[in-house]
């Protein structure tokens, strides 16, 4: 498939995605080895706005070995890489020198020795399979594989150790999701519609080169898994042909991790695979010993419901939603769960339980039924009118959407960069594991104030640059478009405050400090953070006495700026180093 394809007046780019010998090396005897042909295998993909369309078939082995094949050199510049060092630059910047080198081996070995050796046949398989097509080693495969756990492991190690969340330098790595869902008399023409937000580390990457996998395994129903290029499984955000969807909400929760469990994603795969009901669904989930904090949700367009599914490794919860409607995040709904759960500081925490609340306002306040479009519009829904950051279900780390019609066996996919959910959205077809160019892209998630996007996604822009430790004037730069495109969000000024702080440039860092005051902000904790900055601007200035009486303003503000401001007042701030989390545009540790 090449060429234009219309929808109702608008034009999609397809791209075939053919491959020749010079950009594959030796790819003809890679694949006559394998047994398939190179004309079959280019009849496996296609490309519609930047996502990867991949049909996999055969053994687990074919299945991994096709979609490696395919997108060799994606993948080996993509999410696999990114996932096998994430943890090492995470411990580099919260543990000093050969400590943090030491302490990352350490712990990538035992975790992946201990995750991997429980993994089953069938996905051992599929991993050496996308390895030898990728052209990867197994072991960068195990390390990427096993990363969502063993950071969630270290985290819980150095919560318990020191009584603290982590601080890298670079910002705290942030988790998320949101799941909403109606059928019933809450939706239109009584269609069953999951949709779900995938917020997740990995911007730049994941959402650079989105798939669509369709997965027809040997002796096991077909499904879809929406995901990026080099990650396999069904076992995130997925749909098979029974008409079941998957959404997996990932948590941290005091209880630890136990890394004598199955991996994630394994069991969600098996779900895929073999379920056809909620009850075999459940009882699947009954089976399986998870290593970490985890939600299931998955939607039955037969049965009309949810069973969302809580876990941790020692503690589980379940219920059926049989109303028509469900909405989702990250917050445990058992309280005995909920007792366990980690806070992981002041602002994320604010946003999680008010993106919460956000979903079932909208869930619940809207008197017409809702389409595939109106669900899309709650997934890239900016929260509070008065600050872009505060509860936004479409956030900067959002670099996966989708909106489920099982009935029909259609996905549709956020197309574009994070946050995906502020994107059109296309629709693919399970049924003949194809774009569905007849189907009208959904727009309800997509900002009508183009300004408001266009400094979003310099914000965006910024916190990539950071990310990948470029030069901070850089990063400055795309935060003034971000100020100048919308100069009343208090939170862009902050951050540029923030930054220009640990540039050294602190004239500029003062006058970015006072517009957020005088813009303000609807939560006072985060007006108390702004004086504690302002305060500690003026104490590099030698102007101790406006300082401390920055300091007394800091007035209801979170547990650690308020410990911040009180020192402040004891000892006049010297400038260091400090972690910027672009997510909320605040500092973790204060």
């Keep these: 498939m090449a060429g234009l394809a219309s929808v109702q007046g608008r034009r999609f780019r397809v791209s075939s995605g053919r491959m020749t010998a010079t950009q594959e090396p030796n790819l003809s005897t890679s694949l006559d080895r394998e047994g398939e042909s190179l004309s079959s295998l280019r009849k496996r993909y296609e490309k519609v706005e930047g996502i990867h369309i991949l049909r996999l078939s055969g053994n687990d082995y074919d299945l991994g070995f096709q979609h490696g094949r395919i997108l060799r050199e994606t993948i080996q510049r993509g999410s696999l890489p990114f996932f096998a060092g994430f943890l090492d630059k995470l411990l580099s910047g919260a543990l000093p020198g050969v400590l943090g080198r030491l302490a990352s081996r350490g712990i990538m070995t035992v975790a992946t020795r201990r995750i991997g050796q429980r993994y089953p046949q069938s996905v051992r398989d599929e991993m050496r399979g996308l390895a030898e097509g990728a052209g990867l080693s197994e072991e960068l495969m195990l390390r990427a594989f096993t990363m969502p756990e063993t950071y969630l492991w270290f985290i819980s190690l150095y919560a318990r150790l020191l009584g603290r969340p982590p601080a890298p330098r670079l910002g705290v790595p942030l988790l998320g999701c949101s799941t909403v869902a109606v059928w019933g008399d809450a939706s239109v023409d009584g269609k069953f519609l999951h949709g779900r937000n995938l917020d997740y580390q990995g911007v730049g990457v994941w959402d650079r080169d989105q798939a669509v996998l369709f997965y027809a395994p040997r002796g096991f129903q077909r499904y879809v898994s929406v995901t990026s290029a080099g990650i396999p499984l069904g076992g995130a955000t997925a749909m098979n042909e029974s008409g079941l969807t998957l959404a997996l909400h990932q948590h941290l929760s005091t209880r630890g991790v136990n890394l004598s469990g199955l991996g994630v994603c394994v069991i969600g795969d098996r779900i895929m695979r073999e379920a056809t009901t909620l009850e075999e669904a459940r009882r699947l989930l009954d089976s399986h010993r998870p290593n970490a904090a985890f939600t299931y949700v998955i939607g039955s367009a037969r049965e009309r419901a949810m069973l969302c599914y809580e876990v941790t490794p020692r503690r589980r919860s379940w219920f059926r939603a049989d109303g028509n409607?469900?909405?989702?995040?990250?917050?445990?709904?058992?309280?005995?769960?909920?007792?366990?759960?980690?806070?992981?500081?002041?602002?994320?925490?604010?946003?999680?339980?008010?993106?919460?609340?956000?979903?079932?306002?909208?869930?619940?306040?809207?008197?017409?039924?809702?389409?595939?479009?109106?669900?899309?519009?709650?997934?890239?829904?900016?929260?509070?009118?008065?600050?872009?950051?505060?509860?936004?279900?479409?956030?900067?780390?959002?670099?996966?959407?989708?909106?489920?019609?099982?009935?029909?066996?259609?996905?549709?996919?956020?197309?574009?960069?994070?946050?995906?959910?502020?994107?059109?959205?296309?629709?693919?077809?399970?049924?003949?594991?194809?774009?569905?160019?007849?189907?009208?892209?959904?727009?309800?998630?997509?900002?009508?104030?183009?300004?408001?996007?266009?400094?979003?996604?310099?914000?965006?822009?910024?916190?990539?640059?950071?990310?990948?430790?470029?030069?901070?004037?850089?990063?400055?730069?795309?935060?003034?478009?971000?100020?100048?495109?919308?100069?009343?969000?208090?939170?862009?000024?902050?951050?540029?405050?923030?930054?220009?702080?640990?540039?050294?440039?602190?004239?500029?860092a003062g006058k970015r400090f006072e517009r957020a005051l005088d813009l303000g902000h609807p939560d006072p904790e985060r007006v108390a953070g702004f004086h504690l900055w302002r305060g500690r601007i003026l104490d590099l200035q030698g102007k101790r006495q406006e300082a401390m009486k920055s300091y007394r303003n800091v007035n209801g503000g979170d547990g650690p700026v308020t410990r911040a401001a009180e020192r402040g007042l004891r000892t006049p701030w010297r400038s260091r180093p400090f972690p910027v989390d672009f997510a909320f545009a605040d500092v973790i540790v204060p």
């Design 325 to 508: 409607r469900f909405g989702y995040t990250n917050i445990f709904l058992d309280p005995r769960l909920a007792r366990d759960e980690m806070h992981f500081y002041p602002s994320q925490w604010r946003w999680n339980t008010g993106r919460y609340l956000l979903i079932q306002r909208c869930l619940n306040e809207r008197e017409a039924p809702m389409d595939a479009d109106a669900v899309a519009s709650v997934l890239g829904h900016r929260g509070d009118s008065r600050c872009r950051l505060r509860c936004s279900t479409g956030m900067i780390l959002t670099v996966g959407s989708v909106v489920f019609e099982p009935e029909s066996g259609v996905v549709y996919v956020g197309a574009g960069r994070a946050p995906t959910s502020n994107r059109p959205y296309i629709a693919f077809d399970l049924k003949t594991e194809s774009f569905r160019p007849d189907r009208e892209p959904l727009t309800g998630g997509v900002p009508a104030n183009l300004d408001e996007m266009e400094a979003l996604d310099a914000y965006r822009g910024a916190f990539e640059l950071y990310m990948a430790g470029a030069d901070l004037s850089r990063v400055r730069s795309l935060l003034e478009v971000a100020c100048a495109r919308q100069p009343q969000e208090s939170l862009y000024h902050f951050a540029t405050g923030l930054i220009d702080l640990r540039a050294g440039e602190w004239v500029s």
